[in-house]
């Protein structure tokens, strides 16, 4: 690949797309156009709100870009790559789709066809996703090095196999949820106790973000939370109500379920 500012079209205009586009808008490195599948509203929101160039067809600009990316549901893939397949040449196809690694975008793109997968989470809005990401058999280092230099502007990143990344979707793809549902329920009791819901929510954002810090750190969840946990105290006796309920289990089931959905 060559050339320094390089032309990335998003097809698909949703959450992840715009999460995506907030981390990179600032980056010079790159040119973003976006479309969409004709919701004109979102496609206008988009424009107004990152200042990047909306388009009605992805044909319009396929042959000036320079990497593709899907930022559409999984079940789309399937009819969208057959009608791309026809436009691309040498262009770097990236999914963002829960499901569709680079064996399945091969399979549907001409021979030689450079793609990746990437598996970020909305925080790349803020720079700050965990990215995982693979590539396929047809990308070489520059490919590589532009998959990383956008990952780099949306958060950290970290290779992984295909496989890996089917497993590890819910890690980190769909956990942040989790963690949000936990927050939520937080928020909740802290604003019965009578502060307002903006002292819960800095409360509880500041308390998450300290304990992120603290693992960063180095040291295991579990000695962290023998070192909240007094023996005899009050967080014991919080925490003894998590493994009477079987919160790992419970943890455990909830990414299965992932699992089975993105095999469907
Ligand atoms: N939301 C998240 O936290 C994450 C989402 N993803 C993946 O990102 C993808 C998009 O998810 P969201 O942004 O959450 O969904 P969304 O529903 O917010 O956005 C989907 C977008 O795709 C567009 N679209 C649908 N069919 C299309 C077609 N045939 N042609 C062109 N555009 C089409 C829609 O208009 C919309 O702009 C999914 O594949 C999902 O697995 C991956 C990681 C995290
Ligand atoms: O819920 C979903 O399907 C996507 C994939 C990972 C996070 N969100």
């Known amino acids: ?10 097809i698909g205009a949703g959450r992840m797309a715009q999460a995506i586009i907030s981390g990179l808008k600032n980056q010079s490195d790159f040119q973003i156009s976006v ?6 509203q979102r496609l206008n929101y988009v424009r107004d709100t990152f200042d990047v160039e909306v388009i009605e067809s992805w044909r319009e600009e396929i042959e000036t870009t320079d990497v593709v990316v899907l930022a559409m549901p999984p079940e789309v893939h399937d009819s969208l790559l057959n009608e791309l397949a026809k436009f691309i040449d040498k262009h770097l196809i990236v999914t963002v789709a829960a499901g569709i690694g680079p064996t399945y975008l091969e399979e549907s793109l001409p021979d030689g066809t450079p793609v990746a997968w990437m598996m970020p989470n909305t925080a790349a809005q803020v720079g700050q996703s965990m990215t995982l990401y693979t590539c396929g058999k047809h990308t070489d280092s520059s490919h590589e090095e532009l998959l990383q230099k956008m990952l780099s502007g949306i958060g950290s990143y970290e290779k992984v196999t295909e496989e890996q990344i089917h497993e590890l979707t819910p890690i980190t ?3 942040p949820a989790f963690i949000y549902k936990m927050a939520e329920a937080l928020v909740n009791n802290a604003v019965d106790s009578g502060i307002s819901e ?3 929510r800095k409360l509880v954002s500041e308390m998450i973000g300290g304990a992120a810090s603290m693992l960063k750190n180095g040291e295991s969840p579990k000695e962290l939370a023998e070192q909240v946990a007094s023996p005899g105290g009050v967080t014991a006796a919080g925490l003894k109500v998590f493994d009477e309920n079987n919160f790992e289990s419970l943890i455990n089931n909830a990414i299965k379920a992932c699992h089975q959905r993105a095999e469907k």
């Open 1 to 10: 690949m060559s050339s320094t500012i390089k032309r990335i079209l998003f």
């Open 35 to 40: 479309t969409n599948n004709g919701n004109d």
């Open 173 to 175: 793809g769909s956990a």
């Open 198 to 200: 903006q002292q819960a």
